[in-house]
């Protein structure tokens, strides 16, 4: 089974088991430093979605929530191939991975030194 298939199913299970028991994972970078980094609310966000409660998902990881379809996209293209055919096509993946990467950092930090 490839790897994005047992990620899914991984975060499908773990959404049942936190739905459905209450029960999440802390986020050990919080936990060790007492600072948020940029996927904490992350299980709030998709349990909110998952409700229907757009509001309570942009609150949870505003970043996460903007940025979900661009990573899904991002992934999606990855693992099929599609539109990366071409050298310029395969530099432009990158660099928008990268502009993805770098506005997570930049909302891990910017949520701690100014938070909401």
């Given at each position: ?76 293209q990855d693992q099929t ?36």
């Amino acid at each position: 089974m490839k790897m994005p298939v047992c990620c899914l199913l991984l975060g499908i299970a773990y959404f049942l088991w936190v739905k459905f028991t209450g029960l999440s994972l802390p986020c050990p970078f919080h936990y060790l430093t007492g600072y948020y980094c940029p996927g904490c609310g992350i299980t709030t966000m998709i349990l909110s979605l998952s409700a229907g409660d757009i509001p309570s998902a942009f609150a949870a990881n505003r970043a996460l929530f903007v940025l979900a379809p661009v990573i899904i996209w991002l992934i999606i293209q990855d693992q099929t191939g599609l539109l990366m055919q071409t050298a310029k096509q395969r530099q432009a993946h990158k660099a928008l991975l990268l502009m993805v990467l770098i506005c997570l950092l930049a909302y891990g930090v910017m949520r701690n030194v100014y938070p909401i």
